[in-house]
């Protein structure tokens, strides 16, 4: 019983200083998140409000699903000390690898889909052999692969759109999850759902904090997790509330929660998903501790390809065709999304949450200015700053440690 209570006390006795190391080790995170909220109240006000209307936080969703999708694969590449450059061809090679066999030779859509996947997969591979097992910088690797799928895209479509979609594949990016309760101008299924999910998270957070404490790891106050869970609950909460009073959560919300909470799990819980963290943060130690850093480098770019090939489908899906220059630039602005939510340059940090957030500025950033009539070229310049400004932070917080 004593030993109990001195466990349970710890972190009640140590408050102040847990919280500061807890803000410390999270400050990225923390400090992302916050300017999240920040900046939506901020084009919230100079949009006069539009950019929470229900309408327009569908469409942010929609616009940013396949982002989100690629900066989850990209977190684990980038966390492994490399980077992949061809994701945006990639994206657009399995848009048009899609097009062909559905609208060209009338296949099937679930094993138009498979085969899609597939080749995602493989491709991931081809680039991975080369950077896993003869040491080839994956810089040098993917800069060969981006150039190499986009001759392939124009070479598959003959250089000219292909297109439309059938209506059911067309649902995988502009669909809803249908509304069982048929209350009409609200979606009772969409909220009923979401707030399962958010009440879901809040118990399984509390049951990890119970779980680190019974294993004696410092925790957080009880009142600031409390208070951090309870905000960020209410934000999700309004945020669905304003979903539903639409057509509820589109089925690639739904994608994207379930791939955000088995990366997580996976990152933070898995084996394999320390391991990889391990491989960023020290190589040479990794190898000398039996991890086959060579097998999972190899692992983190299959992962990579096959999660870049579902974000060509669902980008495919969006635009309900398939054009030579889909893709452009995606690569940038994934790589901007997994550091600015705070992975570092050198391997070895970073979450999935993290990149989530950091997509999700990105996303708001281009959604207000596109409503604020901002041109495309100061929206490139604003966003150049912003990542600069995060891996500018980045650097200074690990010189201020060191």
């Not at 067309?170 to 009923?192: C, E, N, W, Y």
């Not at 570092?344 to 708001?364: D, E, F, R």
Request: glycine residues 12%; hydrophobic residues 55%.
């Amino acid at each position: 019983m004593s030993t109990q209570s001195t466990e349970l006390s710890a972190p009640v006795t140590n408050g102040s200083r847990v919280l500061t190391k807890s803000w410390k080790g999270n400050i990225r995170e923390y400090g992302m998140l916050m300017a999240l909220v920040v900046i939506m109240l901020f084009f919230q006000f100079l949009t006069d409000g539009v950019l929470l209307k229900p309408l327009n936080l569908t469409n942010l969703v929609l616009q940013n699903s396949y982002i989100i999708i690629m900066a989850i694969g990209m977190l684990l590449v980038i966390v492994a000390g490399h980077i992949d450059l061809s994701v945006g061809s990639v994206v657009g090679f399995i848009g048009a690898l899609a097009a062909v066999l559905m609208v060209n030779l009338n296949w099937p859509i679930i094993p138009a889909v498979l085969v899609c996947l597939v080749m995602g997969g493989l491709i991931g591979a081809a680039q991975g052999y080369w950077v896993a097992y003869y040491r080839i910088p994956a810089f040098i690797v993917t800069l060969a692969g981006m150039l190499v799928f986009k001759g392939l895209t124009l070479a598959l479509l003959n250089g000219q759109s292909v297109g439309p979609f059938p209506d059911t594949f067309q649902r995988l990016s502009s669909g809803f999850i249908p509304d069982f309760f048929g209350a009409g101008g609200f979606h009772v299924t969409s909220f009923l759902i979401g707030m399962g999910l958010i009440a879901f998270l809040f118990i399984t957070g509390y049951q990890q904090r119970k779980n680190q404490i019974a294993h004696q790891i410092a925790v957080e106050p009880l009142q600031f997790f409390l208070i951090k869970n309870i905000v960020l609950s209410v934000a999700a909460g309004y945020i669905l509330y304003l979903l539903s009073t639409y057509q509820g959560l589109p089925n690639v919300l739904i994608i994207m929660a379930l791939l955000i909470s088995a990366y997580t799990f996976f990152t933070n819980r898995s084996t394999v998903g320390r391991r990889i963290y391990a491989i960023g943060g020290n190589e040479k130690a990794a190898m000398l501790s039996g991890i086959n850093t060579k097998r999972l480098t190899f692992f983190t770019f299959v992962n990579m390809g096959m999660l870049a090939a579902l974000a060509g489908l669902v980008f495919a899906a969006r635009l309900n065709t398939a054009t030579p220059k889909a893709g452009l630039a995606f690569e940038l602005d994934v790589i901007a999304a997994v550091f600015i939510g705070g992975a570092s340059m050198q391997g070895g940090v970073g979450k999935v949450t993290g990149a989530v957030i950091g997509a999700l500025v990105m996303g708001v950033m281009n959604n207000g200015m596109s409503i604020m009539g901002i041109g495309i070229d100061w929206q490139q310049v604003i966003k150049g700053l912003v990542l600069l400004a995060a891996v500018i932070f980045d650097v200074y917080n690990k010189n201020k440690s060191a």
